[in-house]
């Protein structure tokens, strides 16, 4: 039997196939489509101006905390990026590369740029000179590319939109602090944008970036019990500097090697908002991030003063800052309710001509479908208020999701029972710091680490999952995508 809360009949069920639900939203809500180029899509308007307002918000965010805008080249030579042993390794197997200009043969290959630490660790070597000089906080909105075997849209593709920082210190401890800095502006950008709430947390050593000294994340857990990196924030030391031979001139006029740090965050945060906050009738988008805050429906709209009042309607709430808009096409209004529902659209105004002579409108929030009657007068504050009960609430939402999807374990055994009864999740469970035992809960268990829980130093009482020694940390385990 058809399900009669569901508006939008196209779309896979998530508990039928969850990432079949997961690929229609994305078709469905025309927020990408595929290309002739394996890996690769096409993000389409509606998806790209997500990305927009992502991008917007979390520029000023980086210019506040004191960065500017750079853009480097998208070819890096391989000499360059041989310089720093462990950094190549890790990215060999993705890396694409360019080995004809036009019809002659290159006489130096040249990488498409998977990341850029290599190409602003040059440029940094070339206009560094004085402590006077630091720190350098850059930013770069770029793509990338990174030629991975498995794809799917947002999650992971060969090319893929993001903002990787690169900032050059002249102590460790500025560094540190940077790095945790940024951290922090991910994980709030998340919760107070997003409506994600997120787990910080430092990888392990067998999870950090290529090069780095250590590597901070922020885990997200999606609708189906997987955890999803969110964003990374990594702390070079000087290990990139002394390859690279980067040095300043301190205020003794000593020769020292400054301090790295990197972070990024990408399309995939697309991703993250279709898994936490979606449902059986499409997107729910958060209002920060939603293209059109409010959508307004005029009904019998070819009755006289109907279209007028409704673009009365819209510009009033885009003079007070609400991103709106008129659907006046031609489709009947239930299909357009269907097409804003499944396009995510955090506010419907519905006004016809009985609305209007009681001088009133019918406001409708996406996330439960609340319905209220409101004045037309009243109308910017109540659309600027339900767009904050609704931010609220999606967060309260998936906390709610995250929090009843962890569990905390002891052993083992305990894990994959719990797995097993409950399904997938985040797994709390201590661990005493080996590598050994590492690989070993993700080869018994199938769940592997996510992050350390920072904030949980453990008592003498409390063993590794694995082993039974001593625990070193608390850690997040869970499945990722």
């Given at each position: 039997?058809a399900?009669?809360?569901?508006?939008?009949?196209?779309?896979?069920?998530?508990?039928?196939?969850?990432?079949?639900?997961?690929?229609?939203?994305?078709?469905?809500?025309?927020?990408?489509?595929?290309?002739?180029?394996?890996?690769?899509?096409?993000?389409?308007?509606?998806?790209?101006?997500?990305?927009?307002?992502?991008?917007?918000?979390?520029?000023?965010?980086?210019?506040?905390?004191?960065?500017?805008?750079?853009?480097?080249?998208?070819?890096?030579?391989?000499?360059?990026?041989?310089?720093?042993?462990?950094?190549?390794?890790?990215?060999?197997?993705?890396?694409?590369?360019?080995?004809?200009?036009g019809?002659e043969?290159?006489?130096?290959?040249?990488?498409?740029?998977?990341?850029?630490?290599?190409?602003?660790?040059?440029?940094?070597?070339?206009?560094?000179?004085?402590?006077?000089?630091?720190p350098?906080?850059?930013?770069?909105?770029?793509?990338?590319?990174?030629?991975?075997?498995?794809?799917?849209?947002?999650?992971?593709?060969?090319?893929?939109?993001?903002?990787?920082?690169?900032?050059?210190?002249?102590t460790?401890?500025?560094?540190?602090?940077e790095?945790?800095?940024?951290?922090?502006?991910?994980?709030?950008?998340?919760?107070?944008?997003?409506?994600?709430?997120?787990?910080?947390?430092?990888?392990?050593?067998?999870?950090?970036?290529?090069?780095?000294?250590?590597?901070?994340?922020?885990?997200?857990?999606?609708?189906?019990?997987?955890?999803l990196?969110?964003?990374?924030?990594?702390?070079?030391?000087?290990?990139?500097?002394?390859?690279?031979?980067?040095?300043?001139?301190?205020?003794?006029?000593?020769?020292?090697?400054?301090?790295?740090?990197?972070?990024?965050?990408?399309?995939?945060?697309?991703?993250?908002?279709?898994?936490?906050?979606?449902?059986?009738?499409?997107?729910?988008?958060?209002?920060?991030?939603?293209?059109?805050?409010?959508?307004?429906?005029?009904?019998?709209?070819?009755?006289?003063?109907?279209?007028?009042?409704?673009?009365?309607?819209?510009?009033?709430?885009?003079?007070?800052?609400?991103?709106?808009?008129v659907?006046?096409?031609?489709?009947?209004?239930?299909?357009?309710?269907?097409?804003?529902?499944?396009?995510?659209?955090?506010?419907?105004?519905?006004?016809?001509?009985?609305?209007?002579?009681?001088?009133?409108?019918?406001?409708?929030?996406?996330?439960?479908?609340e319905?209220?009657?409101?004045?037309?007068?009243?109308?910017?504050?109540?659309?600027?208020?339900?767009?904050?009960?609704?931010?609220?609430?999606m967060?309260?939402k998936?906390l709610?999701?995250?929090?009843?999807?962890?569990?905390?374990?002891?052993?083992?055994?305990e894990?994959?029972?719990?797995?097993?009864?409950?399904?997938?999740?985040?797994?709390?469970?201590?661990?005493?710091?080996?590598?050994?035992?590492?690989?070993?809960?993700?080869?018994?268990t199938?769940?592997?680490?996510?992050?350390?829980?920072?904030?949980?130093?453990p008592?003498d009482?409390?063993?590794?999952?694995?082993?039974?020694?001593?625990?070193?940390?608390?850690?997040?385990?869970?499945?990722?995508?």
């Amino acid at each position: 039997m058809a399900d009669m809360n569901k508006m939008v009949n196209e779309i896979t069920s998530m508990d039928e196939d969850f990432a079949k639900w997961y690929t229609d939203i994305c078709k469905k809500a025309q927020l990408i489509e595929y290309t002739s180029v394996k890996g690769c899509m096409v993000i389409r308007p509606y998806g790209y101006a997500i990305w927009e307002n992502i991008q917007r918000i979390l520029d000023g965010m980086f210019k506040e905390t004191g960065h500017e805008n750079v853009c480097m080249p998208m070819f890096i030579p391989e000499s360059l990026l041989q310089k720093e042993k462990d950094h190549v390794e890790g990215f060999a197997p993705e890396v694409a590369w360019v080995t004809y200009g036009g019809s002659e043969k290159l006489e130096e290959r040249l990488c498409v740029r998977p990341t850029s630490e290599t190409l602003f660790c040059e440029h940094f070597k070339n206009i560094l000179q004085s402590y006077r000089d630091l720190p350098f906080k850059y930013n770069q909105w770029v793509s990338v590319v990174r030629w991975e075997k498995t794809t799917r849209p947002f999650l992971r593709s060969r090319e893929f939109l993001w903002q990787e920082g690169h900032t050059l210190h002249a102590t460790r401890e500025e560094a540190v602090e940077e790095t945790l800095q940024m951290l922090d502006v991910y994980a709030r950008f998340c919760s107070e944008c997003l409506a994600i709430p997120v787990v910080k947390g430092r990888k392990t050593e067998s999870d950090k970036f290529a090069g780095a000294e250590a590597t901070y994340a922020i885990e997200a857990l999606m609708h189906d019990g997987k955890a999803l990196q969110a964003g990374t924030s990594h702390f070079f030391g000087d290990g990139f500097c002394r390859a690279f031979d980067i040095q300043f001139s301190d205020k003794d006029n000593k020769r020292q090697f400054p301090f790295q740090t990197s972070w990024g965050m990408t399309t995939r945060l697309i991703g993250a908002i279709i898994m936490t906050h979606g449902d059986d009738n499409g997107l729910v988008l958060p209002p920060a991030v939603a293209p059109i805050q409010a959508v307004i429906v005029p009904v019998q709209q070819k009755k006289e003063g109907v279209l007028d009042k409704a673009f009365e309607l819209c510009d009033t709430l885009k003079k007070a800052g609400i991103r709106a808009k008129v659907d006046d096409t031609d489709n009947s209004p239930g299909w357009k309710f269907a097409e804003y529902e499944m396009k995510g659209v955090p506010v419907r105004i519905e006004i016809g001509p009985r609305d209007i002579q009681n001088n009133s409108c019918v406001v409708v929030t996406r996330l439960n479908r609340e319905k209220n009657f409101v004045a037309i007068s009243d109308i910017v504050e109540t659309v600027e208020q339900k767009l904050a009960e609704v931010r609220d609430q999606m967060y309260q939402k998936a906390l709610e999701n995250r929090e009843n999807h962890t569990y905390n374990c002891s052993s083992l055994e305990e894990i994959v029972s719990t797995l097993e009864e409950k399904g997938d999740g985040f797994v709390k469970a201590y661990w005493c710091g080996d590598e050994a035992c590492e690989d070993a809960v993700k080869e018994k268990t199938g769940v592997g680490s996510r992050c350390i829980d920072g904030n949980v130093t453990p008592t003498d009482d409390k063993v590794c999952v694995c082993c039974g020694k001593k625990a070193e940390h608390l850690v997040y385990w869970g499945k990722a995508y």
